[in-house]
């Protein structure tokens, strides 16, 4: 595995940007929490899709796939938690189970080795 650090840079502006605008655009209680939660979940996903590269390019392209659906669905369930007003529990448990899904994958395509 080998990270890129001027892409990681750039995918961590990235992620901060698009975290200050869930910040921005939230007016709920859990603003906070939202924007940390999602600056947390946005950057691993972009870091993988974007700087980081496997020996085997199979693993590679099959991770950046991954990464990228799951950078999507991190959007989506962000833009939906900060629009609609709900108890910060359920943006926790939600977004936990995705990202801990989101790294059982990325485990288990890294030791397929393939």
């Known amino acids: 595995m080998r990270i ?9 502006a990235v992620s901060f940007l698009i975290a200050f605008g869930f910040y921005i655009v939230n007016n709920n209680q ?3 929490l ?3 939660g ?3 979940f946005i950057t691993t996903t972009l870091i993988v899709l974007i700087a980081v590269r ?8 099959n991770i950046k796939v991954v ?3 799951f950078f999507i669905v991190a959007l989506i369930s ?3 938690f900060s629009l609609v007003k709900c108890l910060s529990i359920w943006y926790i448990i939600t977004n936990g189970i995705i990202f ?5 994958i990325i485990y288990s395509i890294k030791l397929a080795k393939q």
Do not use: E, H, M, W
């Open 4 to 12: 890129d650090v001027i892409q990681a840079i750039i995918c961590f």
């Open 30 to 32: 859990s603003k906070l």
């Open 34 to 36: 939202i924007s940390v």
């Open 38 to 40: 999602s600056f947390v």
């Open 54 to 61: 496997f020996a085997q390019p199979r693993t590679t392209s």
């Open 67 to 69: 990464s990228g659906i």
């Open 78 to 80: 962000n833009i939906i």
């Open 100 to 104: 801990l899904f989101f790294l059982l």
